[in-house]
């Protein structure tokens, strides 16, 4: 056991081992020219520079310190991601990201790189071919249900599409085409996925996603045949390639473009707050709506009604009840008045016979006028039976005109539902129309077959 512990390799410490590599590579390379690519060109805010100088099969990160910049200002601001300069430093290990660097003191432009020419001719032969013509692009679904994501699948450009994503819309789904986004081999997989998705025809619109990079990084989406892949697919295709500053071959083609993938969503979906206002104004605008519907039929129905309001045979009723009564009124008022003048007259003849006539001669016209009064009062009688025979022959005829009267000999009154209108005649039923049936003791619904 002892002997297996003492032929043990000498294990080093991360930062052992990273010191160890710091002094090799420094003392090997004390100061060093370079040519390459600028990507990712970026001026903090202590006022260093940093960027990536890159060529075909490789990459190094670069520093360029301010008070090594003395002498260049008017260089650095012509710098730009895609210009080929050539720099001179010391490279540099910085332990804490195991990373090694060039600290650049010298910087010297060379001339636009070759990604950047070739992303220029490709873009001005599709130009002229119309490629990016407004009259190309397809119209972008609104409120899209199924959408086809194309991107690579464990990418943090996928994460944030989906996470931003649950934030608007509703009912919606994903379909996605897993692909490589950087190198030769993503190329032919982004075509081929592009490809697919229109074979499918499943999804409503494409995302063509992937996150920062730099001109390198994000070459394949600068390539003719994804270009024209994108141009033909059928299904609309809205891109979120890399930063709000980078714009691709893709984004020129494709019938929208995204400044991120984080910015994708927004151009899909309203927010789900929004949408859930919307759909609530939508539905006030809509009881308002019917409210000043309803209002407007109701008042179209109180003028129908008081336009024929004189065939309502209620109307009849009542209107031959009041004349009815009025003349009641009448004819006890003229009746009073009569009985009031004959008593008066019979009074004052009375008075005078007395005044004339001996009380023996008075007895016995006394006697005839009391004769005289039983006839008045039994021709009265007579009259008021009479009066009164008539006013129930005419309350008679009008309780006829009660059209709930033959209820009460076992007929019924049948009544439309929808209109209200009392049935005279078959023509009026229609097959499967509800009817209200009215009897002696309540209604009921029925439905014509």
Same mark, same amino acid.
């Given at each position: 056991?002892?002997?297996?512990?003492?032929?043990?390799?000498?294990?080093?410490?991360?930062?052992?081992?990273?010191?160890?590599?710091?002094?090799?590579?420094?003392?090997?390379?004390?100061?060093?020219?370079?040519?390459?690519?600028?990507?990712?060109?970026?001026?903090?805010?202590?006022?260093?520079?940093?960027?990536?100088?890159?060529?075909?099969?490789?990459?190094?990160?670069?520093?360029?310190?301010?008070?090594?910049?003395?002498?260049?200002?008017?260089?650095?601001?012509?710098?730009?991601?895609?210009?080929?300069?050539?720099?001179?430093?010391?490279?540099?290990?910085?332990?804490?990201?195991?990373?090694?660097?060039?600290?650049?003191?010298?910087?010297?432009?060379?001339?636009?790189?070759?990604?950047?020419?070739?992303?220029?001719?490709?873009?001005?032969?599709?130009?002229?071919?119309?490629?990016?013509?407004?009259?190309?692009?397809?119209?972008?679904?609104?409120?899209?249900?199924?959408?086809?994501?194309?991107?690579?699948?464990?990418?943090?450009?996928?994460?944030?599409?989906?996470?931003?994503?649950? $934030?608007?819309?509703?009912? #919606?789904?994903?379909? *996605?085409?897993?692909?490589?986004? !950087?190198? &030769? +081999?993503?190329?032919? %997989?982004?075509?081929?996925?592009?490809?697919?998705?229109?074979?499918?025809?499943?999804?409503?619109?494409?995302?063509?996603?992937?996150?920062?990079?730099?001109?390198?990084?994000?070459?394949?989406?600068?390539?003719?045949?994804?270009?024209?892949?994108?141009?033909?697919?059928?299904?609309?295709?809205?891109?979120?390639?890399?930063?709000?500053?980078?714009?691709?071959?893709?984004?020129?083609?494709?019938?929208?473009?995204?400044?991120?993938?984080?910015?994708?969503? $927004?151009?899909?979906?309203? #927010?789900?707050?929004? *949408?859930?206002?919307?759909?609530? !104004?939508? &539905? +006030?605008?809509?009881? %308002?709506?019917?409210?000043?519907?309803?209002?407007?039929?109701?008042?179209?129905?109180?003028?129908?009604?008081?336009?024929?309001?004189?065939?309502?045979?209620?109307?009849?009723?009542?209107?031959?009840?009041?004349?009815?009564?009025?003349?009641?009124?009448?004819?006890?008022?003229?009746?009073?008045?009569?009985?009031?003048?004959?008593?008066?007259?019979?009074?004052?003849?009375?008075?005078?016979?007395?005044?004339?006539?001996?009380?023996?001669?008075?007895?016995?016209?006394?006697?005839?006028? #009391?004769?005289?009064?039983?006839?008045?009062?039994?021709?009265?009688?007579?009259?008021?039976?009479?009066?009164?025979?008539?006013?129930?022959?005419?309350?008679?005829?009008?309780?006829?005109?009660?059209?709930?009267?033959?209820?009460?000999?076992?007929?019924?009154?049948?009544?439309?539902?929808?209109?209200?209108?009392?049935?005279?005649?078959?023509?009026?039923?229609?097959?499967?129309?509800?009817?209200?049936?009215?009897?002696?003791?309540?209604?009921?619904?029925?439905?014509?077959?």
């Amino acid at each position: 056991m002892n002997k297996i512990i003492n032929s043990s390799p000498y294990i080093f410490s991360v930062s052992e081992l990273t010191q160890g590599i710091k002094d090799i590579l420094e003392s090997k390379f004390p100061f060093v020219w370079v040519k390459g690519q600028i990507s990712n060109y970026t001026v903090a805010s202590s006022g260093h520079i940093y960027f990536t100088l890159k060529d075909e099969g490789a990459c190094l990160d670069i520093v360029w310190f301010k008070g090594n910049q003395l002498g260049f200002s008017k260089l650095k601001t012509l710098l730009k991601d895609g210009q080929e300069i050539l720099c001179a430093g010391k490279l540099n290990v910085y332990p804490p990201r195991g990373r090694y660097q060039l600290i650049i003191e010298f910087v010297q432009e060379v001339g636009i790189g070759n990604l950047f020419l070739a992303f220029e001719r490709l873009k001005e032969k599709l130009a002229q071919e119309g490629l990016f013509s407004p009259d190309t692009k397809k119209e972008i679904p609104f409120n899209p249900t199924v959408v086809g994501v194309i991107t690579a699948p464990n990418s943090a450009a996928l994460q944030d599409f989906l996470t931003i994503s649950s $934030q608007y819309g509703i009912e #919606k789904r994903f379909i *996605l085409y897993p692909t490589s986004v !950087q190198g &030769e +081999e993503s190329i032919s %997989q982004i075509v081929k996925a592009i490809e697919i998705a229109n074979i499918h025809a499943k999804a409503e619109v494409l995302v063509l996603i992937r996150g920062g990079g730099s001109l390198e990084d994000l070459w394949s989406f600068n390539t003719e045949e994804v270009a024209r892949a994108v141009f033909s697919s059928k299904i609309p295709i809205i891109t979120g390639i890399g930063h709000e500053i980078d714009t691709t071959i893709a984004d020129l083609v494709a019938d929208k473009r995204a400044s991120t993938p984080s910015h994708v969503p $927004q151009l899909l979906w309203m #927010k789900k707050q929004e *949408l859930f206002s919307k759909v609530q !104004q939508l &539905e +006030e605008n809509l009881w %308002q709506a019917i409210d000043g519907f309803l209002y407007k039929k109701e008042h179209n129905l109180s003028n129908k009604i008081r336009e024929f309001s004189f065939l309502n045979p209620f109307k009849k009723i009542e209107s031959l009840e009041n004349k009815f009564n009025s003349f009641q009124l009448i004819l006890e008022n003229k009746f009073n008045l009569f009985l009031t003048k004959k008593i008066k007259d019979f009074n004052a003849l009375e008075q005078k016979i007395v005044s004339f006539f001996s009380p023996k001669y008075f007895k016995l016209y006394f006697q005839k006028l #009391k004769g005289l009064e039983e006839n008045l009062i039994q021709n009265c009688l007579q009259l008021l039976t009479k009066k009164e025979n008539q006013l129930k022959l005419l309350n008679n005829q009008i309780s006829n005109l009660d059209p709930f009267l033959p209820l009460n000999r076992g007929y019924s009154l049948v009544k439309i539902k929808s209109s209200g209108e009392i049935v005279k005649s078959v023509c009026q039923l229609k097959t499967g129309e509800k009817v209200e049936i009215r009897v002696q003791d309540g209604t009921k619904e029925a439905k014509i077959c």
